[in-house]
């Protein structure tokens, strides 16, 4: 089992950037790909970025390509993703997950983290 924790949200400017942080714990960690999603209320879980165990291959979602970049690092159990041109678009509350595969589809992630809000203001 994998248990996640979300850092990093919060207010920003249209333009600007933030790092949200996921602390994973669980010794089998290193064999999921990871993923963040995003959300907004009525809306469907949308797929942001993932990264594959070992961090050798990523996606992204065609809306954030060239300004997000996901990265993590297995020795101390965190992914992370980077946000940068932040757009109002881009609020939504966060989450990470974990999967056996690199996915975009969410229904393929077996634990989620319990998200963390970005507001980007115009």
């Known amino acids: 089992q994998v248990h996640m924790v979300e850092s990093g949200g919060g207010l920003v400017q249209a333009g600007g950037s933030l790092r949200l942080s996921c602390a994973a714990s669980?010794?089998?960690?290193?064999?999921?790909?990871m993923g963040w999603f995003r959300q907004n209320p009525g809306k469907e879980r949308e797929f942001v970025a993932g990264?594959?165990?070992?961090?050798?291959?990523?996606k992204y979602a065609d809306s954030v390509k060239g300004r997000f970049t996901i990265s993590r690092d297995n020795a101390r159990n965190t992914v992370s993703l980077q946000m940068n041109s932040l757009k109002p678009e881009d609020t939504a509350v966060y989450y990470c997950a974990a999967s056996w595969i690199l996915s975009t589809e969410p229904t393929m992630y077996t634990y989620w983290g319990q998200g963390a809000q970005v507001t980007v203001s115009s």
């Open positions: 990264i594959s165990s070992s961090g050798g291959n990523t």
């Open positions: 669980g010794r089998t960690y290193t064999t999921y790909a």
